[in-house]
């Protein structure tokens, strides 16, 4: 056996090339594999431990029952379940902040205000200054903050709490511990006096946040044992990871999709690697038999060798993958401008799952090449005499379009019912494409060689090559697949583009005043009628004014049994349907949904999405959560909400908001003007500044989705990329493997006046040839196959149709074809150094 084991050792590094083109194939997949595992825990620790740490990495929340005002009073509160020496009770409001102000860069800062006791404030994190005077209008603020906006002890910081701006004293400076872990140059925390934010709110006694870790062996124990033991409050999680997992799930799907494309590429490079192993090792499989080594001796070194690429592979992919980690983890860290970073937790099941999935992808993959060595003569292998077989059969075809049929007509059929089964139909239908295309390419070009025989030898060359060589359209199949992957991100990405710039552009409005305080609503005036009525006074109409309250809300659904998340939109329906033309809510079909809903005393119009999830239909009642109230509403209508808030919303009228969630106005304003925009936005800025409120064009908000939206695209075209990148590898392969095949008629070729340009023209001819073939193969097949994408994006969350982008088609042949070439120019030095007398001696 130790035999063995040297001879598979020096085989694998004989051919320094392959060696390096199967580990790079199988480390790149065990990469991605590892990266795509380990992404989700990477996402998870970077967002949402720096919110625990700046929540004190407290493990319990505890809100009142009773949500019919902002804040509530902790008396009665039994402890049970909770560490009491862990209590921490706050008010938590959010403020602003003008910077730079007057200028042309002017924006309005979110600052987040926690009101505390001195006895919860960190005494140990203070750096400068003490809590001696900390109290009336004074404020804690971090070393960060102090250094980046050039602040010092004694300094006044102008913040605007619930609409009305405050002058507040710097009396300390603390590390940036806790509170103010998370602060950046534009966002921050600020520490108040509890009693001086109490009295101002008119909420002395109250708080809105009190915090506290379990008592109890678990998390989960201490949140039961607290609601066992109270009525008039209750307790949750902190943060909830699955609930995290859940929101992040269509991502991860995505990334699966991405990462099969990237195996299979591998799977068929490993494959087309170990024909070519066999290919080149026939006279020592010869010698073998001949020294009375069986068979299955010689399949099991084949195997081993397998192994042993897997092996390989995976400790280099493992450590890619690793890297891959940090390196993502670097790039998504909140903090990374200020050299703070979270800690990767690289898990056992990353590397193990890296290893098993390198070694049964380098296995399986090998397992078809090796097998087929039971079907040589024995004779034939001991003197090298094996035949290639030029013939393209028709079982192929007729299988492959059978598939093909199959598949369109599942799609025709089922298609609304089809969901996460489309995937399943289209790697159907996709092999049933890997399987037709060489039949109908030796179909095609029958005609194509007649019409050029006579003209130019080297071009009738390729074209009969190509239409007869099994390994040659095998190339074919690696660029299908790739052109498929490539094609897919470009026209999801300018699907995407189309879709948000139709959103914007269909939204009736040019200004939108976002972040309008609702703290003091027991004032005579709220912020949203204090900015109508100034924008009354600039001459904008009260029809052109759309006042909309944004709120997160919940339900429980019916298919998971768990919360799922959504947005409420509290508005006026005439004025919205002008507003959100997207959404066609004038279409007749909604009319007597919208009629229903005018006439409901608690009324809510749902999105399609979100009626599958809970299985309601119009007419039903429905327990939706928001603003920590839950009320029973009656479901007047559903509508398409397409990609809108990706259909997760509701419409609520703003009197139900105030009536039934205690939301007493709204906190975003949009509006349309005949002045010119720009000067608009400028007139507002002292409005906006003295309530803290923050104004955007739409134009502005279409740019910022479009660049938004682009990063996800550009995220996932890096699956393509690799794609292309190992279709390339496994190319030079594929064409390595036919050179030696027909290494004796090029010499042949060679003897009777062809000279060594002429067969680099045959190279080069063939992958031009293999690039169109598949281009048109691809382009032909995406426009059904995109439906069927869109149908799986669809059951993932991204309701989207994605469209094939023709005018990407030029620019994505280009780039494949110049890939293709350069992968062939290894091969073309080989045919430089071809023997003519070595080759054909014994023919």
């Known amino acids: 056996m130790k035999v063995f084991f040297k001879y598979v050792l020096r085989s694998m590094v004989e051919k320094k090339g392959r060696f390096f083109l199967l580990l790079v194939a199988i480390a790149l997949s065990t990469a991605l594999l590892v990266i795509s595992t380990g992404l989700i825990d990477i996402i998870l620790n970077s967002f949402v431990a720096p919110q625990l740490e700046a929540y004190e990495n407290k493990q319990i929340a505890i809100t009142s029952t009773d949500k019919s005002a902002n804040f509530f009073v902790d008396e009665g509160i039994n402890t049970s379940g909770l560490d009491q020496n862990s209590i921490l009770k706050e008010i938590y409001?959010?403020?602003?902040?003008?910077?730079?102000?007057?200028?042309?860069?002017?924006?309005?800062?979110?600052?987040?205000?926690?009101?505390?006791?001195?006895?919860?404030?960190?005494?140990?994190?203070?750096?400068?200054?003490?809590?001696?005077?900390?109290?009336?209008?004074?404020?804690i603020v971090s070393e960060r903050v102090a250094k980046n906006r050039n602040l010092k002890m004694g300094d006044t910081l102008d913040i605007i709490i619930g609409g009305i701006t405050k002058k507040l004293k710097i009396t300390a400076v603390s590390g940036n511990v806790g509170v103010f872990y998370n602060d950046s140059a534009n966002s921050f925390s600020v520490i108040l006096p509890y009693e001086y934010i109490s009295k101002d709110m008119d909420a002395q006694g109250k708080y809105n946040v009190i915090l506290a870790d379990s008592s109890e062996s678990t998390i989960q124990a201490g949140v039961d044992k607290f609601n066992d033991n109270n009525a008039s409050f209750s307790s949750d999680k902190l943060f909830d990871e699955e609930t995290v997992k859940a929101q992040l799930s269509s991502f991860t799907s995505l990334l699966y999709v991405m990462l099969v494309v990237v195996v299979v590429m591998s799977g068929i490079i490993i494959y087309s690697s170990f024909k070519l192993i066999?290919?080149?090792?026939?006279?020592?499989?010869?010698?073998?038999?001949?020294?009375?080594?069986?068979?299955?001796?010689?399949?099991?070194?084949?195997?081993?060798?397998?192994?042993?690429?897997?092996?390989?592979?995976?400790?280099?992919?493992?450590?890619?993958?690793?890297?891959?980690?940090?390196?993502?983890?670097?790039?998504?860290?909140?903090?990374?401008?200020?050299?703070?970073y979270g800690k990767v937790d690289i898990k056992p099941n990353y590397i193990i799952s890296g290893f098993v999935f390198a070694i049964i992808l380098s296995v399986i993959s090998a397992y078809l090449p090796v097998r087929k060595i039971s079907k040589l003569q024995v004779k034939d292998i001991i003197l090298n005499d094996v035949r290639i077989s030029k013939s393209i059969g028709w079982k192929k075809f007729i299988i492959g379009t059978t598939l093909i049929a199959l598949s369109i007509g599942a799609y025709l059929i089922w298609?609304?019912?089809?969901?996460?089964?489309?995937?399943?139909?289209?790697?159907?239908?996709?092999?049933?494409?890997?399987?037709?295309?060489?039949?109908?390419?030796?179909?095609?070009?029958?005609?194509?060689?007649?019409?050029?025989?006579?003209?130019?030898?080297?071009?009738?060359?390729?074209?009969?090559?190509?239409?007869?060589?099994?390994?040659?359209?095998?190339?074919?199949?690696?660029?299908?697949?790739?052109?498929?992957s490539i094609i897919t991100i470009v026209s999801l990405g300018s699907s995407m583009i189309k879709v948000v710039t139709e959103a914007y552009t269909d939204l009736g409005y040019d200004i939108q005043i976002n972040n309008i305080s609702t703290i003091?609503?027991?004032?005579?005036?709220?912020?949203?009628?204090?900015?109508?009525?100034?924008?009354?006074?600039?001459g904008i109409k009260e029809s052109q004014i759309n006042r909309m309250t944004y709120q997160y809300a919940?339900?429980?659904?019916?298919?998971?049994?768990?919360?799922?998340?959504?947005?409420?939109?509290g508005m006026d329906i005439?004025?919205?349907?002008?507003?959100?033309?997207?959404?066609?809510?004038?279409?007749?079909?909604?009319?007597?949904?919208?009629?229903?809903?005018?006439?409901?005393?608690?009324?809510?119009?749902?999105?399609?999405?979100?009626?599958?999830?809970?299985?309601?239909?119009?007419?039903?009642?429905?327990?939706?959560?928001?603003?920590?109230?839950?009320?029973?509403?009656?479901?007047?209508?559903?509508?398409?909400?397409m990609l809108f808030n990706n259909g997760y919303f509701v419409l609520i009228k703003n009197s139900t908001m105030k009536e039934q969630y205690g939301l007493m106005s709204a906190n975003t304003i949009t509006f349309n003007t005949d002045k010119n925009i720009d000067t608009v936005l400028h007139d507002l800025k002292p409005i906006l500044r003295s309530v803290g409120a923050s104004a955007q064009s739409r134009d502005e908000m279409c740019k910022e989705n479009l660049?938004?939206?682009?990063?996800?695209?550009?995220?996932?075209?890096?699956?393509?990329?690799?794609?292309?990148?190992?279709?390339?590898?496994?190319?030079?392969?594929?064409?390595?493997?036919?050179?030696?095949?027909?290494?004796?008629?090029?010499?042949?070729?060679?003897?009777?006046?062809m000279d060594n340009s002429g067969r680099l023209k045959i190279l080069f001819f063939e992958s031009i040839a293999s690039v169109t073939w598949?281009?048109?193969?691809?382009?032909?097949?995406?426009?059904?196959?995109?439906?069927?994408?869109?149908?799986?994006?669809?059951?993932?969350?991204?309701?989207?149709?994605?469209?094939?982008?023709?005018?990407?088609?030029?620019?994505?042949?280009?780039?494949?074809?110049?890939?293709?070439?350069?992968?062939?120019?290894?091969?073309?030095?080989?045919?430089?150094?071809?023997s003519i007398i070595q080759e054909i001696k014994y023919e």
């Open 93 to 139: 409001i959010n403020g602003m902040m003008a910077d730079k102000v007057d200028t042309q860069d002017e924006t309005m800062l979110n600052i987040s205000i926690r009101a505390r006791d001195a006895q919860y404030v960190n005494k140990d994190a203070i750096t400068q200054g003490n809590l001696d005077n900390f109290k009336d209008e004074t404020c």
């Open 554 to 569: 919940s339900m429980s659904s019916a298919i998971s049994g768990k919360d799922i998340s959504f947005q409420a939109i």
């Open 774 to 834: 598949a281009m048109l193969i691809t382009s032909v097949y995406c426009i059904f196959g995109l439906k069927l994408i869109s149908v799986v994006t669809k059951s993932i969350g991204f309701d989207m149709a994605i469209a094939l982008d023709y005018k990407s088609l030029p620019m994505i042949f280009v780039f494949s074809l110049v890939i293709v070439l350069i992968a062939t120019l290894p091969v073309c030095f080989k045919s430089r150094k071809l």
């Open 278 to 340: 066999i290919t080149e090792r026939l006279s020592t499989i010869g010698t073998f038999l001949s020294e009375g080594a069986t068979v299955g001796k010689v399949k099991g070194i084949l195997y081993l060798e397998s192994f042993a690429y897997g092996l390989f592979g995976a400790v280099f992919g493992n450590v890619l993958g690793v890297i891959g980690l940090f390196i993502v983890n670097r790039l998504i860290s909140p903090l990374k401008d200020y050299g703070i």
């Open 415 to 484: 298609r609304d019912s089809l969901k996460g089964f489309a995937g399943v139909v289209l790697i159907v239908s996709l092999t049933g494409v890997i399987f037709a295309y060489p039949k109908l390419i030796d179909l095609l070009s029958k005609p194509i060689y007649r019409l050029l025989r006579g003209r130019s030898k080297n071009v009738i060359y390729a074209i009969n090559n190509l239409r007869t060589s099994k390994v040659l359209l095998g190339n074919i199949s690696l660029i299908i697949i790739s052109l498929v």
């Open 574 to 641: 005439d004025k919205y349907t002008q507003y959100n033309q997207y959404l066609h809510l004038e279409k007749s079909e909604y009319s007597n949904a919208i009629k229903e809903f005018k006439g409901a005393d608690a009324g809510v119009i749902i999105t399609t999405a979100l009626s599958k999830q809970i299985d309601k239909k119009a007419g039903d009642t429905v327990e939706i959560t928001c603003n920590d109230v839950k009320k029973t509403l009656t479901i007047s209508g559903v509508i398409d909400g």
């Open 520 to 538: 003091r609503e027991s004032a005579d005036t709220s912020t949203a009628d204090y900015l109508v009525t100034k924008l009354k006074d600039a």
């Open 707 to 753: 660049a938004n939206n682009q990063i996800m695209v550009d995220a996932m075209s890096i699956f393509s990329y690799l794609a292309i990148v190992i279709a390339s590898l496994g190319i030079v392969n594929n064409v390595s493997i036919s050179f030696l095949q027909r290494k004796s008629e090029f010499a042949i070729l060679s003897a009777v006046g």
